[in-house]
């Protein structure tokens, strides 16, 4: 996936720089150059550096050496837990998908479940709360192949469909709106499209859900195409690049991407007239078998 130049690894990015900069103070305050406590700790000057110019991010021990030798033991837990929120917060494909691809499938699994309101934003790919079978099978074997994860993809992929059981449970809204050229990106064959566009018909039907269609000709005088972002409820927002799933849990952020959502919602098209673009996408996928 691209690097990451959006301001959701710039949150993570700020974070880790709040807290290098916090662990500078500390070691100045304590009256040491960043050569005499790297020495302290067994460590490379350029180690205390790359630290605290956010560019290494800091272990748990790496922070308990730090407030021991400068004397900061009180301040150890909130470090902790400030280093705690930047994990979670940015979350590397390659580490997470390192035993195989169920294992990410299924930490989604406790969050859709709390989750009573879904709002979702995709410009590349159909979201996976409305994917078939075949059509999911598809991405995750790209996504493995791309990441070089062990092959677990029958364990993924039922993981991945158990997931959109949400959809029946409960009293559950799904607000989701898609880019027009998700209808037409070949992620499979054309009978794998042609079956997902007929499921994209078929959720339209239902009152828990919302598919809103941006054509592709409609004028971008308020937003305009991003990565995709999924926002849960109004306690978090989670983008997936290329290298990471980012979380979003500040409020003021949160806030930033439902302000985006709703400027997305007034760009889109609903009912007959998303119809009539799927229907489009379904002729084309038609003349290709």
Same mark, same amino acid.
């Given at each position: 996936?691209?690097? @990451?130049?959006? %301001?959701?690894? &710039? *949150?993570?990015?700020? =974070?880790? $720089?709040? +807290? ?104 590349? @790919?159909?979201? %996976?709360?409305? &994917? *078939?079978?075949?059509? =999911?099978? $598809?991405? +995750? ?104 799933? @980012? ?43």
């Amino acid at each position: 996936m691209r690097n @990451i130049n959006t %301001g959701d690894q &710039q *949150t993570a990015h700020a =974070a880790l $720089a709040a +807290l290098g900069t916090r662990l500078r103070d500390i070691r100045e305050e304590a009256g040491l150059m960043g050569r005499e406590l790297a020495e302290r700790a067994g460590w490379s000057a350029s180690k205390v550096t790359r630290i605290e110019l956010a560019k290494q991010r800091p272990s748990q021990e790496d922070l308990k050496t730090w407030a021991r030798i400068c004397q900061a033991s009180d301040q150890l837990q909130d470090l902790l837990s400030a280093a705690k929120n930047i994990e979670s917060m940015y979350l590397e494909h390659k580490r997470s998908t390192a035993t195989g691809m169920k294992r990410l499938q299924d930490s989604f699994g406790a969050l859709w479940r709390d989750t009573t309101l879904f709002r979702v934003y995709e410009p590349h @790919i159909v979201p %996976g709360i409305f &994917q *078939t079978t075949e059509y =999911a099978k $598809a991405i +995750l074997a790209l996504t493995a192949n791309r990441l070089g994860t062990p092959d677990d993809l029958v364990a993924a992929l039922d993981s991945r469909m158990k997931r959109q059981e949400v959809l029946y449970e409960g009293s559950r809204r799904f607000l989701v709106i898609v880019e027009e050229q998700v209808l037409r990106t070949q992620v499979a064959g054309p009978s794998v499209m042609l079956g997902q566009l007929d499921r994209l018909l078929a959720v339209m039907s239902s009152s828990a859900c919302s598919l809103g269609v941006i054509p592709s000709t409609v004028p971008r005088r308020e937003v305009l195409p991003s990565e995709g972002f999924w926002i849960y409820d109004d306690s978090r927002a989670i983008v997936e690049t290329r290298s990471a799933i @980012i979380t979003v849990t500040q409020k003021r952020e949160i806030t930033i991407y439902a302000d985006t959502f709703a400027r997305l919602q007034r760009q889109a098209v609903y009912g007959e007239f998303a119809r009539v673009l799927i229907r489009n996408a379904v002729l084309q996928q038609s003349e290709q078998l």
